[in-house]
C-alpha cells in the first residue's frame, strides 16, 4: 500500500482539526441555490454576448469574437486569484460574498444599457458599412459591467466548490457534494443557453439580462443567509510562497556541494519524513541544495533560522513534482486553442446560415454551445459504462489518465478537419448565391452540429482525464490548486486564441470583418496542424514523464547513497 508523504499528512491532520460543529448538509440548500443563481446570471450574459456586441453595438464580428475570447479568458483565470485570495487572506465566504454583488452590479448596468436607448448606439442593419460605432461613455460604461459581472463569474464558480467540500468530514459526502456540483453547473448552463438566450434574441435583451440580474441578486441573498450555519476556513497562508521559498534557498546554496548522506538534509522540525523519503529524489538535482543543512541555518530548538535560506525535503519534493508536470499541463494549453476559437467562429458561422428548424422556430445562436455539452455528458456515460470496461477485458488493465488525454488530442484535431471542410461547403454555397453583405447563407445551421459533438467527445475523454492527473500528482497542499489548473489552462488558451487570430488578421486576408468574402477554413486548417504537432508533443512528453509515485518509489529501493537510473 502507498504511504503519504510527511507534507501530506501534516495537511491532513490540519484539515481535520478545522472540523467544527457547524458544517454539514444543512449548509448545502444554501450553497446549491446560491450556486444555482449566480451561474444562471453568468452564463445567461455570456453565452451571447458576441451576438449582443455586433447587434446592439454595432462591433464588428472578428472583434466580437475577440472582446468574447478575452472574457472567456478572464472568467478562467480569475479563479485562481481567488484561490489564493481565499488561502492567504480573506476565507471563502468574503471572496464569494464580494464577488457575488460585483456579479449584481455589473449585470445591472448591462441591464441599463440593454433598456436605455442613449446608452448603446443607433442599431443598424446587418452588413450595412455606415454604422454608427459606440461613444467613449456608452462603451466605457459596457465595459464596466462586464468586468464587474466577469469577476462575479471568476470568484464564485470554483471557490463555491472549495467552500462547499470544506463543509463535510467524510470523504464519501464530499464526493456526492462534487456530483451534485457538477449538475448544477451544467444543469444552469444549458438553462441559461436556452431559455434566458433565447428571450435574449427573441424578446428583448433588457428582460434577458434583467433576468440574471434577478438570479444573481436572488443567489447571494441565499448566501448571506446561511452564513451561521457554515463552517468558516481560516486562511492559512499561501503554498506558493512555500515554492518560492525553495527557488530562492536553492540559488543561495548554490555553491555548495550536495550530500548522498540523508542526515545532511532538513526533514522538519519532527524529523518524521526522513522515515519516509532516505534523500531527495535526484531529479532536478538543483533544487537538493535547498535542503541541505548548512552551519547557522537551524536555531537550538530545531527549527529553521531563515525559511528563505533552508527548506524542508518535503518543500523541495512539491516543487520538483509541478516542474515535472509542465510541459504535459502546457500541452494542454495547446489543445484549448482550437476549442477556443472554434467557440468563437461558430458563432459568427452560424449567424450567417439557416437556423430554422421548422417554420416558426429559429435556433438561438447562443444556444450552440449546448451541443458541446451535451455530447460530453452523453460520451462520459458511455466511456465510463462501455467503453472502459470493454477495453480492460480486452487487455485486462484499465486505460491509463494519459490515454484517455491522448484520446482527446485526437478527437480535437477531427473536429478542426470537419470544421475545416464544413466552412469549405459553406463558402462555396455562399459565393455561389452572390449573396449581398448581410444575407443569409442557403444552408442549414445544423452543419456545424458535427464538429460540436467531436469537440464534446474529445472533451469527454480529456477533461475529467486532466483533472484527475493534475489533483493526483500535485502536492496535497496545492490540491485546490490543482482542480483550478485546468481553469488557469482555459484562460491562457482564450488569451492565446486572441493573439493568434490578431497574427491571422494581420498576416493574411482570411478573416474579414464579413466572413463569406474570407478564408475561413483555411483558419481550421491551420489549428489542424497546430493539434497535430501539439499532439506529438504530448506524445514525447508523456513517454519521458514519470509519476509523482513511480519517484517516490524508486528512491525507498535503491536506499541512502545512490542515484535513480
Known sequence: MESQQPGDQEAAMEIQQSSSRRGGWVTFPFIAATLSGLMLCGWGWVANLIVYLIQEFNVKSIDATQISNVINGSTNLLPIVAAILIDSFFGSFYVISVSSCSSVLGTVLLTLTASITSLRPPTCKQGSSVCRAPTRVQIG??????????IGIGGTRFALASMGANQFDRPKDVGVFFNWYFFILYTTFVISATVIVYIQDSISWGLGFGLCVAASTIGLA?????????????????PYTSLARVL?????????????????????????S???????????????????????????????????????VQQVEDLKALVRIFPL????????????????MTVLQALTMDRHLGSHFKIPVGSFGVVVLISTSIFISILDRFLIPAWQKLTGQSPTLLQLIGVGHVFNVLSMVTSA?????????????????????????LWLFPQLVLVGIGEAFQFPGQVALYYQEFPLLLRSTSTASVSLIMGIAFYTSTALVDLIRHVTEWLPNNINDGRLDNVYWTLVVVGSLNFGYFIVCSILYRPRNIEEKAVDSVGSGNEER
Open 141 to 150: 460604461l459596457l465595459y464596466v459591467g462586464i468586468a464587474l459581472a466577469v
Open 222 to 238: 441565499i448566501f448571506l443567509l446561511g452564513k451561521r450555519f457554515y463552517r468558516h476556513e481560516k486562511p492559512q497562508g499561501s
Open 248 to 272: 530562492a534557498a536553492a540559488i543561495r546554496k548554490k555553491n555548495l556541494p550536495l550530500s548522498t548522506e540523508s542526515g545532511d538534509y532538513y526533514y522538519g522540525n519532527d524529523g518524521a
Open 274 to 312: 526522513q522515515n519516509m523519503v532516505s534523500t531527495p529524489t535526484q531529479s532536478f538535482r538543483f533544487l537538493n541544495h535547498a535542503a541541505l543543512k548548512s552551519e547557522g541555518d537551524i536555531q537550538t530548538n530545531g527549527s529553521i533560522a531563515n525559511p528563505w535560506r533552508l527548506c524542508t
Open 329 to 344: 499541463w502546457s500541452s494542454s494549453i495547446f489543445l484549448s486553442i482550437p476549442i477556443a476559437i472554434l467557440g468563437s
Open 421 to 445: 471542410l464544413v466552412e469549405s461547403r459553406r463558402l462555396k454555397i455562399a459565393r455561389g448565391s452572390h449573396l449581398e453583405p448581410g444575407s443569409v447563407v442557403p444552408m442549414l445551421s
